[in-house]
């Protein structure tokens, strides 16, 4: 199967480890894969502050990189629910799709050579869970599922354990993380605490701005506690 | 006025009550989750009631109409108000006719939207708040923080306090029963003297022009049955349109509020008793403004039960007053703006985009998508900071041209210590990540 990998631009700049995972595991699972190197960013930086009505250029990037395939994967929930929520493109829109989304429903990936003998908490990021609903979610009424943690029970040795409130927001939330400076610290210091309490050794998820927020605050406190995308253990030797 | 973010700040540096506060809203809205569980239907019963509210705001003009003559044929006198002036002087008019000069007033936000209680002061005519949490709001001058709980800011010590000031309460002490009894004693009296009692209304019934009221404290019937004059003010989406619906709207409110299954009392008011005169105020004051437009029209569906505030994690670790308006939390971020531009261009802003509010919510309103489209409104109403718009443009070209991506991106990553610095508002609390040598696809090109 030909997929596009689309790597989001803080990822492809700050945390290329998630890229090169991604890379890899969807070449183990037999996957051609090609990165479009011209890409750039899906524009979310400038629509969720308010200024979708500039990001015609970075759009037209994004298309040229990116029509071609059928398949577009991205290690990031939130990237990805924006392309699919905002592209003007139809055609992108309907070939995005989040990389455990993509192992799930399109690959339905059953098995992995993957092992992380560790003790994770899982972090359900928003626009995964409640925008491209990688989970169900603590408000509704519904069957319970995830996605996520169908796919770390395939790795061995890995031990998952959920914070006391299974999906609350960690506080990222794009310019806000910055411009609301002392509600996003507090509320990614209440998230960290929980997965603390649980003393787990990684905080796990699928969306890296989360666990970016997540980190600056682990660093500061000087915690031991580590932070990392779900496909670096996905991805696990 | 402090903006969401300054106020917020303030709020924070108090961690201990901030943390209690987010317990205790976090406490309701786990109290909110099991009684919704409970209830195989529950998202049926979700759906149902936001076809009801589509409906009937696709017929407004309808339905209200329809609502006047039949209250009107029930002896209820009609009023219409096209905005918070029109809807304070009727009113007024209403009291000053009657002669009295002080009243009593069960919980109605539509009030504080109108700023009725100051209004009707500076006329020399004293509100008595009934509710609880109101009465302990309004002894310290303050708004609401909650459209719900609106006291839920401040703990048992507080209220003693206030109540030491105010009731003379023996001081130091925090007892809740013996408190609530004192506010009781204060309360009897005024029920018994007012003439006039002002109520809010949750619900207004086309098919048979009557109205319930809602209370956990029985405050807003104690009122209304006493006084000679009952004036129920309400916002013109508060209409359903039969009785039968009344029932999905009942189960929903109280599950979604406080987890009750049922509020104490579900009032119906039909028609004034014998020698008794009721009035109900229609207000618009922008809510046809916001039904003309298809991105927000969906928000009038809204039956204030504050479900989005106890669930949203900003409103929870910044209490209610930092968003300086009457409604706060997520609904009151999208209603805002709709009054008044620019002073409440903050308050889109003062969310993760999370979504849970959405999901909570009894009539679906799809709350985080109105967010972003305010967010996109008031920008492009020129309400964006100058170095904000800068900022956007610049990155906007940036990311629109490769090249200058990856030029910009290595010079990030080789100068980013120069980001640990003060004037960094991420920095403040948090490391920046720790750039690599690197980048991905300057990896990928070696591969």
Known sequence: ?237 | MLSHSEASENFIADAERTDWHDETLWFVRAKRDKASKVLPEWEALREHASQVKDHTLANLGEYLVAFEAKANANGIHVHWAADAAEHNAIVHKIIADQGSKILVKSKSMLTEECHLNDYLAEKGIEVVDTDLGERIVQFRNEAPSHIVLPAIHLKKEDVGETFHKHLGTPKGNKDPQFLTEAARQHLRGHFLASEVAITGVNFAIAETGEFVVCTNEGNADMGAHLAKVHIACMGIEKIIPKRADLAVFLRLLARSATGQLITTYSSHFHKPREGQEMHIVLLDNGRTRQLADPKYKNSLKCIRCAACFNTCPVYRRSGGHSYHQPVAGPIGSILAPNIDKKANADLPFASTLCGSCSNVCPVKINIHEQLWFWRQDLMAAGLAPIGKSIGMKLMAYTLAHPAIYRLGGSLLRRFSGLLNSGLNPWYKQREMPQAPKESFQEWYKKR
């Not at chain 1, 994770?120 to 626009?127: A, E, K, M």
């Not at chain 1, 998952?160 to 927001?169: H, I, K, L």
């Open chain 1, 1 to 237: 199967m030909r997929v596009a990998l689309f790597v989001p631009c803080y990822i492809d700049q700050f945390y290329p480890q998630v890229a090169v995972a991604s890379l890899e595991l969807l070449e183990k699972l037999g996957c051609e894969v090609i990165v479009p190197t011209d890409q750039t960013c899906c524009g979310q930086p400038m629509a969720n502050s308010g200024f979708a009505s500039s990001t015609e250029g970075c759009d037209a990037n994004f298309t040229q990189n990116f029509e071609g395939f059928d398949y577009i994967v991205g290690p990031s929930g939130s990237c990805v629910l924006h392309l699919k929520e905002h592209h003007p493109s139809e055609k992108i829109r309907n070939s995005v799709y989040e990389i455990c989304e993509f192992l799930t429903d399109v690959l339905k990936v059953s098995a992995l050579s993957a092992t992380f003998p560790h003790r994770v908490g899982l972090h359900q990021s928003c626009h995964g869970q409640r925008g491209l609903r990688l989970s169900s979610m603590s408000e509704r009424n519904e069957k319970p599922y995830s996605k996520l943690e169908d796919l770390l029970s395939l790795v061995n040795g890995v031990e998952v354990v959920m914070p006391e409130r299974e999906d609350e927001c960690c506080g990222f939330g794009g310019t806000f993380c910055v411009t609301e400076e002392a509600v996003s610290v507090k509320m990614g210091q209440d998230r960290i605490k929980e997965h603390a309490a649980n003393a787990v050794d990684y905080i796990v998820g699928a969306d890296t701005s989360c666990l970016m927020h997540m980190e600056g605050i682990l660093r500061r406190q000087g915690s031991k506690v580590q932070v990392k995308h779900i496909v670096e253990i996905l991805n696990h030797a």
